[in-house]
């Protein structure tokens, strides 16, 4: 099953935030990951997506877009929400109050801007980072500062570098010459270019005043500016006024930015702040020696002298002598490109989207929620079957007892010393059954607690073994180890739970079984009359307003009710469940299961008996509605 993923942003105008969104929609494996893009701004599309884009014309500040982000989550079932740039990632910090959606924030570099929209940002961020399961830093810069000034816990941030498109930056593809030509540039002219916006952090106005320096030494130097900004009026201004306009030429927002790059001798990135400097990369890529400031993310992954040159200071003065030095040293020029092409292998986006889809799965198969699992069920192993009385009645036990011997025919692996897994075998329910039809069976959990009660009530038959679990997948079983692969009562404990069933199909040998049962279906969300007469007749009236006094008076109520506001995922049980109401999607386990190979033997709803259900108005309903489902499928 596909994950789902919804990614807001500011708008597809240029950018590095859109170029990282485009990356990620259009080489990400659909079969994994299905992708939707929801611009705030709907205006001018500059970055074409292949993909599922979602607009609305909208203006700016409409709050009909932040009910947009919500109801896409709900029409869409989004599992993870992705924002980009400041003003999505404060409007989805807000959604995650009332979606079921993960929340991912990419910090492309906003929260170092100044102005007031941007200081409202680093508040919301201080103030609600919590709400997000994993901020991604393009460097270890940018992780650093957002936990130093903001405040988030390390643990929470994943650092991953930006890739470049080498389909898109290929020098084989490019002729210079030509190029040249076209900018009607002399074989003379020693190119010196810039690709970026023209605002101050980006540091072009040190670049123009480096160029003036420069240009009184020779008239050989030609500077190219590429972007557009802020700043581009005062500093065309300022070449004017320092008399080197005709040597400086500004070519505003460019959509052949490799081509153009191809024309460079030297490229400069004189950034005062840098989160990451994937321009770097770029002219890398494009065979282009650089002159970089370091600044931020920089000088991670730029080598002085071997991959670059690095500024001593970033002024003026230094970038004029660096870039006097490079043109007049063929041999430098030589070892920084091939320096640099070396480099640059290593930021692909093939990595890049691969990195991302595990944070992906790291996020749906969330530790904290794992944590808060385990402890739950260490803490109430003991009294857990006095618990759930819904389990631990006759009716449901000869129900179940029933069920997996007809499922053990359908094991077609052999029939001589089979061997059982019992995924979330809790207090032995499963195992109990499996050992009495003479299984050998492998009682697996995330609870130590549950496994020393397994240890003290089964190990003396000989036909048991206890394995701790993960609480996302088997990876410590071996492939085709198992001819049957049970869970019960467990789906909804899981926070990826399709993980978990592709994990049982490998466990299980060619002809052996899947087992899933006591999940709820869609009888129980849709709520027929027949199931909301038999809900109203089952338990008497009385009982239910003495059920609900004794709610409403305990201590537990109250603590319950605060938990569930700050995470709907909570239940009164004291662990995490997979969605609100413990929806499993049957027919989206069905479908994993036959991509597996495996055919669906058998598939039965029952209607599971409560021991507070009176026995006469469930025997009198059972066979008229159902609200559980079981499943068995055999691998081919």
């Not at 292949?50 to 909208?58: D, E, L, Q, S």
């Not at 989805?92 to 929340?103: P, Q, V």
């Not at 010459?177 to 009607?184: A, P």
């Not at 036990?397 to 809790?426: H, M, P, T, Y």
């Amino acid at each position: 099953m596909a994950i789902r993923v919804l990614h807001v942003i500011g708008s597809l105008g240029c950018g590095g935030a859109q170029v990282v969104l485009k990356h990620l929609v259009e080489n990400m494996d659909s079969n994994e990951v299905e992708s939707y893009v929801y611009p705030l701004r709907c205006g001018q599309i500059q970055i074409s997506i292949k993909g599922t884009v979602i607009t609305r014309p909208y203006r700016n500040y409409d709050p009909r877009k932040f009910w947009t982000i919500l109801r896409l989550c709900r029409d869409y079932d989004i599992d993870i929400l992705v924002a980009h740039l400041s003003k999505p990632i404060i409007a989805c910090l807000l959604a995650s109050f009332f979606c079921r959606a993960k929340l991912i924030v990419y910090e492309h570099g906003p929260v170092f801007d100044k102005g007031l929209q941007y200081t409202l940002y680093r508040a919301a961020l201080k103030l609600l980072w919590r709400r997000v399961a994993v901020f991604i830093a393009v460097s270890d810069y940018m992780s650093a500062y957002l936990s130093r000034k903001i405040g988030i816990e390390r643990g929470r941030i994943r650092v991953l570098h930006n890739a470049v498109e080498f389909g898109v930056f290929d020098p084989e593809q490019v002729s210079a010459k030509s190029v040249r030509e076209q900018l009607g540039i002399s074989d003379s002219d020693v190119v010196v270019g810039y690709v970026g916006r023209l605002d101050h952090l980006k540091g072009p106005d040190l670049l123009i005043r480096a160029a003036a320096y420069l240009l009184e030494q020779s008239g050989k130097y030609l500077f190219l500016l590429v972007g557009d900004g802020s700043l581009r009026n005062r500093l065309k201004k300022s070449a004017q006024r320092l008399g080197i306009s005709e040597r400086v030429r500004f070519l505003g927002f460019c959509d052949n930015v490799p081509e153009i790059m191809a024309s460079f001798d030297i490229g400069v990135v004189p950034s005062r702040l840098e989160s990451f400097g994937i321009t770097c990369l770029e002219l890398m890529r494009m065979r282009i020696p650089i002159v970089s400031s370091g600044a931020g993310g920089m000088a991670e992954y730029i080598t002085d002298g071997q991959t670059g040159l690095l500024l001593k200071e970033n002024t003026p003065e230094e970038i004029c002598k660096s870039i006097a030095r490079l043109a007049s040293d063929e041999q430098l020029r030589r070892r920084l490109t091939e320096g640099g092409s070396r480099l640059v292998e290593e930021f692909t986006v093939e990595k890049y989207v691969e990195a991302t889809r595990k944070i992906y799965c790291e996020v749906l198969g969330n530790t904290e929620n794992i944590r808060f699992n385990i402890k739950a069920h260490d803490r109430i192993a003991r009294r857990y079957e006095k618990i759930h009385d819904e389990i631990f009645n006759d009716i449901e036990q000869a129900r179940l007892r029933d069920a997996l011997r007809e499922a053990a025919k359908a094991i077609k692996s052999g029939r001589a010393n089979l061997r059982a897994l019992d995924v979330g075998c809790g207090s032995g329910n499963l195992t109990r059954h499996l050992i009495d039809s003479g299984l050998f069976t492998v009682s697996a959990d995330v609870s130590e607690n549950f496994l020393r009660l397994i240890e003290q009530n089964f190990s003396k038959t000989g036909l048991s073994k206890t394995l701790r679990l993960n609480g996302r997948d088997l990876a410590n079983i071996d492939d085709c180890t198992f001819d049957i692969a049970a869970a019960y009562s467990v789906l909804h404990h899981v926070p990826d739970y399709p993980l978990l069933v592709r994990e049982m199909c490998r466990v299980v040998k060619p002809g052996g079984i899947v087992y899933l049962d006591h999940e709820a279906n869609e009888t129980r969300y849709r709520k027929s009359k027949e199931y909301v007469d038999f809900l109203r007749a089952a338990v008497p009236k009385g009982q239910l307003l003495e059920k609900y006094l004794r709610l409403v008076l305990s201590f537990r109520f109250y603590i319950n009710f605060i938990k569930k506001r700050l995470n709907p995922r909570y239940v009164s049980e004291g662990d995490i469940h997979v969605w609100p109401d413990d929806r499993v999607e049957w027919q989206k386990v069905e479908q994993l299961l036959r991509a597996q190979d495996f055919e669906i033997i058998l598939k039965r709803d029952y209607l599971v008996y409560r021991g507070s259900y009176s026995r006469a108005v469930y025997e009198l309903y059972k066979h008229k509605c159902a609200d559980t489902t079981m499943l068995v499928a055999r691998k081919k």
